[in-house]
């Protein structure tokens, strides 16, 4: 089997290292100049969001992530992944009651969706760090039905 090397933005967002990262924002203002789809410019500043948040960039992570939804208002993909970013970004920056308000309210908002096979990972995700949410905040009995939720993905 061939090895395909991962792209810069992969391993910046696997990495989370700075100088890895710096060569990916570059590389996704490269393509996304090139994209004409809305659904996959917003998908690349997602992804930009996410590598923001990585290097503890929280307010260019809440800017990339606006732009993206301001790409495709109206997709409920967008929305959907929109929704669950701002949710982790509240736990990068430690405020376990609002991500876990802004993941439950996820998957109230999206319970739906979220039933699709391509949008598993997403609950999957969502549950997992909302059991996290409740450790930080040190509701712990609450929190390990959902941690034994996630153990059985």
Known sequence: MLHMEKDVIDRALESGDPATAEEA???IDLRFQSLTSV???????MRKAVLYEKVD??????KQL???LDEAPDDP???LQFDYIDGSIYHQEENFGEAFTRLTAVL??????LTHQDNRIVYED???QRAFELF??????NAIPLFEEALSF
């Open 77 to 79: 993909d967008v929305r």
């Open 108 to 113: 109230s908002n999206y319970a739906e969706q």
């Open 126 to 128: 969502v549950q997992q």
């Open 25 to 27: 924002f570059r590389e």
């Open 136 to 141: 930080g905040l040190g509701d712990y009995a």
């Open 57 to 62: 960039r929280i307010d260019d992570a809440r």
């Open 66 to 68: 606006r732009a993206a």
């Open 39 to 45: 659904k996959e410019r917003a998908d690349l500043l």
